[in-house]
T-cell receptor, first 112, second 112 residues
Framework: QQQVKQSPQSLIVQKGGISIINCAYE??????FPWYQQFPGKGPALLIA?????SEKKEGRFTISFNKSAKQFSLHIMDSQPGDSATYFCAASKDNTDKLIFGTGTRLQVFP | DSGVTQTPKHLITATGQRVTLRCSPR?????VYWYQQSLDQGLQFLIQYYNGEERAKGNILERFSAQQFPDLHSELNLSSLELGDSALYFCASSVVWGSEAFFGQGTRLTVV
């Protein structure tokens, strides 16, 4: 029940295309859903986050879509660029315990 | 730069040895988390401290221990090291629980 399932494991997208990464969770107590971006040799960096009171949040080319009834959320990267090539992790947490439970990661490669 | 500082960046040690990893959180952050990242396990939560007190525990081995000091920096102690302990160890911090967590650059531990 603590798991966050992430797919796909890897994704190859052409420059200018849309990258979509999906996550699903079981624990309905989760109420904070961030996405992290990690470049090789670096720590994960917070990209965008959403709470269940909204169904979508957009920041620049990055959008989180959230479906509370399906217990799913996804990251959409519009106009994908080679600089977006990185590993993306979804995560979830509940305020009273706070620790982030991470998905297994998606390695995104954007080719020119 | 996330503002979270981890030292050392790299550590090579032999099996059976003990090492200490250090983390300085962002200024003003009271909560510190430790995560282990290995190729086959993804990002695994180890332990969380809030203002000097242990707040949550994850899949942390008994050979591992941590503490948070009055100045809020934290140390992760790993003892009786095994080859399987080789991984990236990340520290993250946040102001309080339920808020954004910022990750350091990590310590790459290699046990030989």
């Amino acid at each position: 029940q603590q798991q966050v399932k992430q797919s796909p494991q890897s994704l190859i997208v052409q420059k200018g295309g849309i990258s979509i990464i999906n996550c699903a969770y079981e624990n309905t107590a989760f109420d904070y859903f961030p996405w992290y971006q990690q470049f090789p040799g670096k720590g994960p960096a917070l990209l965008i986050a959403i709470r269940p009171d909204v169904s979508e949040k957009k920041e620049g080319r990055f959008t989180i879509s959230f479906n509370k009834s399906a217990k799913q959320f996804s990251l959409h990267i519009m106009d994908s660029q080679p600089g977006d090539s990185a590993t993306y992790f979804c995560a979830a947490s509940k305020d009273n315990t706070d620790k982030l439970i991470f998905g297994t990661g998606t390695r995104l490669q954007v080719f020119p | 730069d996330s503002g979270v500082t981890q030292t050392p960046k790299h550590l090579i040690t032999a099996t059976g040895q003990r090492v200490t990893l250090r983390c300085s959180p962002r200024s003003g952050d009271l909560s510190v988390y430790w995560y282990q990242q290995s190729l086959d396990q993804g990002l695994q939560f180890l332990i969380q401290y809030y203002n000097g007190e242990e707040r949550a525990k994850g899949n942390i081995l008994e050979r591992f221990s941590a503490q948070q000091f009055p100045d809020l920096h934290s140390e992760l102690n790993l003892s009786s090291l095994e080859l399987g302990d080789s991984a990236l160890y990340f520290c993250a911090s946040s102001v309080v629980w339920g808020s954004e967590a910022f990750f350091g650059q990590g310590t790459r531990l290699t046990v030989v």
